[in-house]
């Protein structure tokens, strides 16, 4: 099992930035891939964008690409989303996933993460 903990979301207008923050732990000697997931209210669950074990891949849903970026440090157990020029479109609760046992890329089914946090709430105002 690993630990997932959400931090960083809030309140911004809209066109502003934010950076989310997971950290991980647990399972030594495990890999694993980790995956952004929202969910607003009345919404499924949807993938957000996704990183490789080693951080030299990641996956983004079409939604966010070119404004969102993922990235890792092992070292720190962390993964970060940086959220750019933002929309109200994008405000809902935000999980972080972690797929253990992954070495390849990140999933973007919600049913292969095995540990989810508990979500940070991002809200874009117009």
């Known amino acids: 099992q690993v630990q997932v903990v959400e931090s960083g979301g809030g309140l911004v207008q809209a066109g502003g930035s934010l950076k989310l923050s997971c950290t991980t732990s647990g399972r030594i000697f495990s890999t694993w891939a980790v995956g952004w997931f929202r969910q607003a209210p009345g919404k499924e669950r949807e993938f957000v964008a996704g990183i490789n074990w080693s951080g030299t891949r990641t996956e983004y849903a079409d939604i966010v690409k070119g404004r969102f970026t993922v990235s890792r440090d092992n070292a720190k157990n962390r993964v970060n989303l940086q959220m750019n020029s933002l929309k109200p479109e994008d405000t809902a609760l935000y999980y972080c996933?972690?797929?253990?046992?992954?070495?390849?890329?990140?999933?973007?089914?919600?049913?292969?993460?095995?540990?989810w946090g508990q979500g940070t709430q991002v809200t874009v105002s117009s």
């Open positions: 996933a972690a797929d253990v046992g992954r070495f390849g890329p990140a999933s973007r089914l919600i049913t292969d993460y095995n540990d």
